[in-house]
C-alpha cells in the first residue's frame, strides 16, 4: 500500500516535469498567484500619474498642467513655476527644477491627467489637509496666471480639483 502510494507521488512529480519542459506551468492555474500577477501588471503597464502619492508632487503636476494646456510652457511661465516651486513649497533652486522637469514628464501630453483628476488624486487625497487643500487651490490659479486668457480646459481642470477636494476635509501646514 505504501509502495502504491510512493509510486503514484512519483509517478505525478515526474508527469509534472515533463509538462514543465514543454512549457505548460501548473502554477498558473494558482488563482493567488493568477491575481497577484494581475495587480502587478496593471500597476506596471498602467500610467505613473495614478501612482502619485504625494499631495506636493499632485499639485506640481497640475501646476504645470495649466501653465502648458495651451501649448508650451513660456520663458515667463518656466520662471513663474520655478518662484512658486520655491516660495510655496520650500525647494532649493535644484529641487525646484527637478520638480518642474518630473512633472512636466509626467504630465506628457495632458489628457490622462485632464480627463480623470479624481483617479489621480486618489492615492494622495488622504495625506491632504484643509489649508493644503486650501492653498493648492491657491497655487494652481497663481500658475494658471491670468484665467481670463486660459482656454475653457483650465477652468475644467480648476472645478474639477475644487470637487475633489470638496469631498474631503483635515487641517495642517505643507
Not at 6 to 29: E, P
Not at 72 to 101: W, Y
Not at 155 to 172: A, E, G, P
Request: aromatic letters at 6%; proline letters at 3%.
Amino acid at each position: 500500500m505504501i509502495l502504491a502510494v510512493l509510486g503514484i507521488i512519483v509517478t505525478i512529480l515526474v508527469l509534472m516535469k515533463r509538462l514543465a519542459d514543454a512549457g505548460i506551468d501548473l502554477a498558473g492555474l494558482n488563482p493567488f498567484l493568477w491575481q497577484r500577477r494581475r495587480k502587478w501588471k496593471a500597476k506596471l503597464e498602467g500610467n505613473p500619474v495614478y501612482q502619485i502619492d504625494s499631495p506636493m508632487d499632485v499639485v506640481a503636476l497640475y501646476m504645470v498642467a495649466v501653465t502648458k494646456m495651451d501649448g508650451d510652457m513660456t520663458k515667463e511661465d518656466k520662471q513663474r513655476l520655478h518662484g512658486l516651486f520655491i516660495k510655496d513649497f520650500n525647494l532649493t533652486q535644484k529641487e525646484a527644477a527637478s520638480l518642474m522637469i518630473s512633472s512636466s514628464h509626467l504630465l506628457g501630453n495632458g489628457e490622462e491627467a485632464c480627463d480623470n483628476v479624481a483617479k489621480v488624486f486618489e492615492p494622495s487625497l488622504d495625506d491632504f489637509t484643509d489649508t493644503q487643500m486650501q492653498s493648492s487651490r491657491e497655487l494652481i490659479r497663481k500658475a494658471a496666471g491670468d484665467l481670463s486668457q486660459r482656454p475653457e480646459e483650465v477652468h475644467q481642470i480648476i472645478r474639477d480639483i475644487d470637487k475633489v477636494f470638496r469631498s474631503t476635509n483635515k487641517t495642517q501646514n505643507w
